[in-house]
């Protein structure tokens, strides 16, 4: 490969085609604009003018035909309704005049024609049309049918044949108009055609340009780069061909030269890089088999573990039923721990077992109305709400896409915990809401119990923690982990809000279904959601019926005879922390 001759840039090059192209083509685009401007007056001379023009010469042909035949039409009758004809036909030559007028600025000729049939038809009034009229009026038809003469027919013969010269000239200058904007027409084509063949030129010029200057040499340096990329770094890149690419094979080759002499060191950071990742994988991969060893082993250990102690159990109370009384007060006291001990080691292994069972066994994702879920959780702690005098509510709430068993599990969790965790001094009140905040429901379980303390926040989702002795307040301290599973479980979050007046207020999110977020986008002030009440059977204007009232879970089966955790995971209900 020979390198071009001339010691021109391609900038330069490309500059000084593009400039001259551009001159040609400016030159050609103002001698079009002109043409086109031309070509735009004559059309518009063809359109608003001679066009206009030829019919309003037919409206004044029409207007003087009219009056004749009224003069006619009166002269024989006598009947002035029959001069309306002449009178209309008086008025609209003057407004067809006068509309003509207007026109004629560019057409002088044409001015001298409509005056030539202004004077005779004005001097054929004067002379036949006025007298016959006033004599009909005066002496009666016969006098006026007898001032209609053979030379009266002729003088209106005249006008006709003024208007006949006035339309014979109308045509001509419209013909012309239609010549002239063929011709600029042509030319007009002719420029685009020119302006065409200089673009076709130009493009012709620089693709040859550029294969020359541009796409040859850059081949011959992209085949030097491609040997040294398959490994032959000591091959030296030579480029030929305008400044800018000698220049750039320089560079090139300057890369090489660095990229050889970093090649030893990069081949060794990379083998220490590929044993440090052959490292992290195995970690992973023992991590991941160690949790998955851990989860089984919590599987089965509390499956294990369940039937000794309901051994131990049963056996502890059957000691209790029939030995109460007859030992000893501290023999009873011994036998009652041992009896609590099992149960609530009892108690703990299924709600660990609970806690394992979240994600694993899943019956797959659907659309779950949480007001439905709503009135099952109100029916699973009706005893409980009974039994602490409790008030339970919730506004309108979505339908979500999750596991139905787990969310009843998750709402039925919170509404227990905010039962528990009441006030001795105050009615219980518990209210769940939400919100929708982006693409998420943002649901609140908020109650007036006795709160949690700012920097307790985050241990309370912590398994097995407890900020409260198992004598003030009994449970396993796993409810509120479970909680925060199973929303994870549904790609949320869940936090304490610590800004409430009084209380608790825990709020958590779940995704919201595509259809909820793009509604609400197109909604600009949604409604305000209307409290339903769990316990109120009579709705009235301060407090509207519950929706629980429609599944308030009164026709679930009764399970007290099943252990605690039994079956899927959903069957997990009344599990607090």
């Not at 002035?80 to 006068?98: I, K, N």
């Not at 000698?246 to 060191?265: F, N, P, S």
């Not at 919730?394 to 339908?399: A, G, K, N, S």
């Not at 009615?427 to 307790?456: Q, Y």
Request: hydrophobic share 40%; charged share 25%.
């Amino acid at each position: 490969m020979k390198p071009v001759v001339g010691g021109w840039s391609l900038r330069r090059r490309v500059v000084t085609l593009l400039a001259v192209v551009g001159v040609l083509l400016i030159g050609l685009a103002a001698a079009e604009a002109a043409v086109a401007a031309r070509n735009r007056t004559q059309i518009d001379a063809v359109l608003n003018q001679t066009g206009p023009l030829r019919v309003q010469s037919q409206e004044l042909l029409n207007a003087l035909l009219d009056q004749e035949t009224g003069i006619r039409g009166y002269a024989v009758s006598g009947d002035p309704a029959d001069l309306s004809p002449y009178r209309e036909g008086l008025a609209q030559e003057a407004d067809v005049v006068t509309s003509m007028r207007v026109l004629l600025n560019d057409y002088p000729q044409i001015g001298q024609e409509l005056r030539t049939v202004e004077e005779r038809s004005s001097r054929w009034r004067q002379s036949v049309a006025e007298p016959v009229i006033s004599t009909t009026e005066q002496s009666g038809t016969s006098a006026g049918q007898a001032l209609i003469t053979e030379g009266a027919r002729q003088q209106f013969d005249e006008v006709r044949a003024a208007v006949n010269d006035l339309q014979e000239e109308i045509l001509a200058a419209r013909e012309q108009a239609a010549t002239a904007v063929r011709t600029s027409s042509n030319v007009l084509v002719v420029l685009l055609i020119v302006a065409a063949l200089v673009v076709v030129v130009a493009g012709a010029v620089l693709l040859i340009s550029l294969d020359r200057m541009v796409v040859r040499p850059l081949t011959g340096l992209a085949d030097q780069v491609r040997e040294v990329a398959e490994g032959d770094y000591q091959h030296r890149i030579a480029t030929v061909g305008p400044p800018e690419f000698i220049r750039l094979g320089e560079d090139v080759d300057a890369m090489r030269q660095k990229i050889a002499a970093d090649l030893a060191e990069v081949r060794g950071a990379r083998e220490r890089i590929e044993w440090v990742n052959s490292q992290l994988q195995k970690q992973a991969e023992e991590l991941t088999r160690s949790n998955r060893d851990l989860e089984q082993f919590a599987y089965v250990a509390s499956h294990d573990l369940q039937e000794p102690l309901r051994k131990v159990a049963s056996f502890c109370q059957l000691l209790q039923r029939r030995y109460a009384g007859q030992l000893d007060e501290r023999a009873d006291q011994y036998i009652a721990f041992a009896v609590d001990g099992a149960q609530r080691m009892q108690r703990l292994i299924n709600d660990l077992l609970a806690f394992s069972r979240i994600g694993r066994l899943t019956t797959g994702f659907v659309e779950v109305d949480l007001n439905k879920v709503m009135g099952d959780v109100a029916g699973q702690t009706e005893a409980a709400r009974q039994y602490a005098d409790a008030e339970l509510t919730w506004t309108d709430l979505p339908v979500i896409s999750g596991e139905e068993p787990l969310l009843t599990n998750l709402l039925a969790n919170l509404v227990s915990n905010s039962i528990k965790f009441r006030r001795a001094d105050v009615p219980c009140k518990v209210h769940v809401s939400a919100r929708l905040v982006g693409a998420e429901w943002e649901i609140s379980c908020e109650d007036n119990g006795i709160g949690i303390e700012p920097e307790f926040a985050d241990k309370i989702f912590v398994i097995f923690q407890r900020l409260h002795s198992k004598d003030a307040y009994p449970g396993t301290g796993i409810g509120l982990a479970i909680v925060k599973k199973i929303v994870e479980y549904h790609g949320g979050r869940v936090w304490v809000d610590t800004d409430v007046p009084e209380g608790t207020a825990i709020r958590f999110t779940l995704p919201a279904l595509p259809a909820d977020v793009e509604a609400a986008a197109a909604v600009e002030s949604p409604e305000q959601p209307t409290a339903s009440t769990a316990d109120d059977t009579t709705p009235s204007d301060d407090a509207p019926a519950a929706p629980a009232e429609q599944s308030d879970g009164s026709d679930r089966p009764d399970r007290a005879d099943e252990p605690p955790g039994s079956g899927r995971t959903g069957d997990m209900r009344e599990t607090v922390g």
